[in-house]
């Protein structure tokens, strides 16, 4: 799934989506490669779902908590179903 993609299913423009997986791959937790996410850090995503992190995460890419939680959210979303292999993507 591209980010285009994700950004159409979560309703959010491509810049958007983009923006937060640059800061994702700048704190190390994912490695961004053409349409392949390598998830590194899991650990340090699903931090990021805890309100305090993602707030600072927020303050730094100028983007909501609640957007930033509904990225991750839908990038855990998309390894369970790759790992339960019913994954189309």
Do not use: P, W
Not at 61 to 70: F, I, Q, S, W, Y
């Amino acid at each position: 799934m591209s980010r285009q993609e994700i950004g159409s299913y979560l309703g959010l423009k491509l810049e958007t989506v983009s923006r937060a997986f640059s800061h994702f791959q700048n704190d190390r937790l994912i490695n961004v490669k053409v349409r392949t996410i390598e998830i590194i850090n899991l650990a340090g995503l699903k931090a990021c779902l805890n309100n305090s992190r993602s707030a600072a995460l927020a303050q730094r890419t100028c983007l909501t908590a609640d957007l930033l939680e509904r990225i991750i959210r839908h990038l855990f979303l998309l390894l369970e179903s790759i790992q339960d292999g019913t994954s189309s993507h």
